[in-house]
């Protein structure tokens, strides 16, 4: 069964800090992959997607995944943290032709320190 | 042009009430979907539609939950009669070519 993995349920760092949230998946077909950000009393907003081609994904707000095959991860990152990143993330994956059905990650709480 | 749109975004209702939740989609997206998100079991997908048509409704949780879609910019989520475990955020969601946008919930508690 098709299941995301997100190892760190709370990851704390200071502003300015380079940041890497970590997300595995298990699928057997080529991947949707996406990253959605949740802040307190919000939607989830769509912050990156791949579905093919580069392996490297830009997305808003200066985040970037890289899409690793062989290590069936697909990590988020941000070179430097702002106090508004602060929220929780979450890793889903579309398993379903044209990725019409999302699973998702139990997400990982993201805490800015000053 | 307007996200997913979905009221109320707040309602406290008693047990044994009838709860409905309204979901209005991303013009032009042929795909809608319910989610419930709880502390306990994340985000959990209740069931979608595709074209107004119900596709997959293997995550509702029992009988006394039901959506409808009657055309393409309406959908509602009924819970009759609620208890106080249906407590939790209740997202819409819609989508064209995959990436799924959501609304801002409707955050329901049922004393």
């Known amino acids: 069964a098709q299941s995301v993995t997100q190892p760190d349920i709370h990851i704390t760092v200071s502003e300015g800090a380079s940041l890497e949230l970590r997300c595995n998946y298990s699928y057997g077909a080529t991947p949707y992959l996406f990253w959605y950000v949740q802040s307190p009393g919000q939607g989830l907003q769509l912050l990156l997607k791949?579905?093919?081609?580069?392996?490297l994904v830009q997305g808003i707000k200066g985040f970037e995944a890289e899409f690793k095959r062989s290590q069936s991860s697909f990590n988020l990152r941000k070179p430097s943290v702002h106090w508004s990143d602060a929220a929780e993330y979450f890793c889903?994956?579309?398993?379903?032709?044209?990725?019409?059905?999302?699973?998702f990650g139990q997400g990982t709480r993201l805490t800015i320190n000053p | 042009d307007a996200g997913v749109i979905q009221s109320p975004r707040h309602e406290v209702t008693e047990m044994g009430q009838e709860v409905t939740l309204r979901c209005k989609p991303i013009?032009?997206?042929?795909?809608l979907f319910w989610y419930r998100q709880t502390m306990m079991r994340g985000l959990e997908l209740l069931i979608y539609?595709?074209?107004?048509?119900?596709?997959?409704d293997s995550g509702m949780p029992e009988d006394r939950f039901s959506a409808k879609m009657p055309n393409a910019s309406f959908s509602t989520l009924k819970i009759q009669p609620s208890e106080p475990r249906d407590s939790a955020v209740y997202f819409c969601?819609?989508?064209?070519?995959?990436?799924?946008?959501f609304g801002p919930g409707t955050r329901l508690t049922v004393t």
């Open positions: 539609f595709n074209n107004n048509v119900p596709i997959d």
């Open positions: 791949y579905f093919s081609g580069d392996t």
């Open positions: 013009s032009g997206h042929d795909y």
């Open positions: 889903a994956v579309g398993v379903i032709q044209g990725a019409q059905k999302l699973v």
């Open positions: 969601a819609s989508s064209r070519t995959g990436a799924q946008y």
